[in-house]
């Protein structure tokens, strides 16, 4: 029943509105782009038959989408703010996500898996340096490592529960059409559609909660949020 005069996570921290949008987004975030990559990399695997090596490399192309919406995004967030910047790329990751729907049984990587997959490192990239700044703005500076490592732990949650929840819709639509006769790739391609639809839905969903719950701020000067978010990144 006592409170620590020092302790690592005050509760009123949860009462600034920004860090807990900043935080829902990049939840929703890692929970939908983060998790596809896993689909992606099976689909490309098992279907289109890919080895290992292969895969890699074609996921080199989003790799490089996300260095560079990164660097560009300080510059964007300067001109237009943060949450403008940060729905545009939830919107981005959401229509790379619905054209990973898709992904078929008889595709391949250059017109199924390419555009979508690099709309969503888009989205991502242009994301995570608004996400930052929107969290640790008007935070006391002193409690800015906190907040950055409250955004952090959104990130990995994130992912990880994202990762739990599309895994279990994909397999059981995959289960499902094995049990009506589809083949082993058309059933596994049903489960990563399903997952990819629900991923896209995540991310619209960060979109709508960037749009609606990032209220402006007052102007100040966040050279320091801004350095920080481009070292994070």
């Known amino acids: 029943g006592r409170v620590?005069?020092?302790?690592?996570?005050?509760l009123r921290v949860f009462g600034m509105a920004r860090l807990r949008a900043a935080n829902l987004i990049m939840f929703l975030l890692y929970?939908?782009?983060?998790?596809?990559?896993?689909?992606?990399?099976?689909?490309?695997?098992?279907v289109l038959h890919y080895?290992?090596?292969?895969?890699?490399?074609r996921f080199l192309p989003m790799t490089l989408a996300i260095v560079a919406t990164s660097s560009l995004a300080p510059r964007l967030v300067a001109g237009l703010g943060e949450r403008r910047v940060l729905t545009v790329g939830?919107?981005?990751?959401?229509?790379?996500l619905y054209l990973l729907t898709g992904v078929r049984s008889g595709g391949s990587y250059g017109a199924d898996v390419l555009p979508g997959g690099l709309l969503a490192a888009m989205g991502l990239g242009l994301?995570?340096?608004?996400?930052?700044i929107a969290a640790v703005a008007g935070v006391p500076a002193k409690e800015s490592g906190l907040a950055s490592g409250m955004l952090n732990t959104s990130r990995l949650i994130g992912g990880a529960l994202g990762l739990a929840v599309l895994s279990t819709i994909a397999a059981?639509?995959?289960r499902a059409d094995l049990l009506v006769g589809a083949s082993?790739?058309?059933?596994?391609?049903?489960g990563f559609r399903l997952a990819f639809a629900v991923a896209a839905a995540f991310s619209l969903l960060g979109a709508l909660a960037a749009a609606v719950?990032?209220?402006p701020r007052r102007p100040l000067a966040s050279c320091s949020s801004t350095h920080l978010a481009k070292e994070q990144t």
């Open 51 to 57: 080895d290992p090596l292969q895969t890699g490399l």
């Open 4 to 10: 620590a005069r020092a302790p690592l996570m005050p």
């Open 172 to 174: 059981s639509r995959t």
């Open 127 to 132: 994301s995570l340096v608004p996400a930052t």
């Open 213 to 215: 719950l990032l209220r």
């Open 90 to 96: 939830m919107l981005c990751a959401a229509l790379g």
């Open 31 to 46: 929970a939908a782009v983060f998790a596809s990559w896993f689909f992606l990399s099976r689909y490309v695997q098992q």
């Open 184 to 190: 082993g790739p058309s059933a596994l391609s049903g």
